[in-house]
C-alpha cells in the first residue's frame, strides 16, 4: 500500500499540471485532505476549473495521458454531476486520485471540505442532502422488487434489492441526524440502535426464508425512519407489511 509521501508527490504534481496548463484558471482540493478527516487510507481529492469555451473533457483527456505517463495511472471511471466530470484513477500501490473539472463559472465551492489553492471561486452553494421523500420512494421500490425476486425464485437478485433497501434507509437515518448520507459516509456514525436493526437485514445464505426474513427488518428499519413522512407512509405502510410478510402475497 502507498503512503502520505507519495500521496503528497502525485498532489504536488497536480498542482504543477493544473498552474502550467493555460486552460485552467482555478485549483482546490477538497473532501478528507480538508476537513480533517485524512489518514493513510484516503484518497486525492483535487478540482479545477476550466476558462471557456475550452471542454472539460479536453482537459481530462490530456491529462490523462500525462497521469498514465508519469504515475501509470489507470482510468476507471467517469462521474458526470451537472456541469462538473469526476474522473477517477487508480495509481500503484491503490493510490487513488480523483480529479474534477467544472466551466469556471461555474466553479464554486459545494460544501465545506473545499481549499483554494490558486485563482478564484465563486460564493458557496451548498449541495442539499437527500430528499427523505425520494429516498422513501426508492426504498419502497426494493422492497416490492426483492418480493418479486423472490417469488420468482430469483434469489441474487432479491438479494441485491434487499441491499439497496438497507442502504436507502440508512441514508434515510442519516439525513435525519445532518449525517452524510451518499456512498456511506456517515454509516458508521449513526446511533448503534439503528446499527443494530440494519444488522438484522443482512442475509446468511440464499433461500424464501431467510431472504424474507431480511426483508421484513428492512421494511422495520425504513418504516422507523419514515416517522416524519406522514402522510405516504401512512397509506403505503399496509403494502410494505404484506410485502413483507411470510404468507403468500
Known sequence: MFDASERERVRESLLEMGKADARIVAGAEVGSLVDGRVDRWSDLDLTFAVAAPVPVLDVLDDWTERLASQFDAVRLFDLPVGSTVYRVFLLPGAVQVDVSVTPAEEFWPRGPSFRLLFGTAGEPR????????DLFGLAVEDVRTAR?????????????????????????????????????RGFHEL???????AGRTLVARLGREPLLGALRAGVDLLLAESIEL???????????VALSSPGPL
Open 126 to 133: 451548498p449541495t442539499p442532502p437527500p430528499s427523505l421523500r
Open 191 to 197: 446511533p448503534e440502535s439503528v446499527l443494530e436493526a
Open 230 to 240: 406522514g402522510s405516504p407512509v401512512d397509506q403505503l405502510r399496509p403494502q410494505l
Open 148 to 184: 418479486v425476486s423472490t417469488e420468482r425464485e430469483r434469489y441474487w437478485q432479491a438479494l441485491y434489492f434487499i441491499e439497496s433497501l438497507r442502504n436507502h434507509a440508512l441514508a434515510m437515518a442519516c439525513v435525519r441526524r445532518s449525517l452524510k448520507a451518499s456512498y456511506g
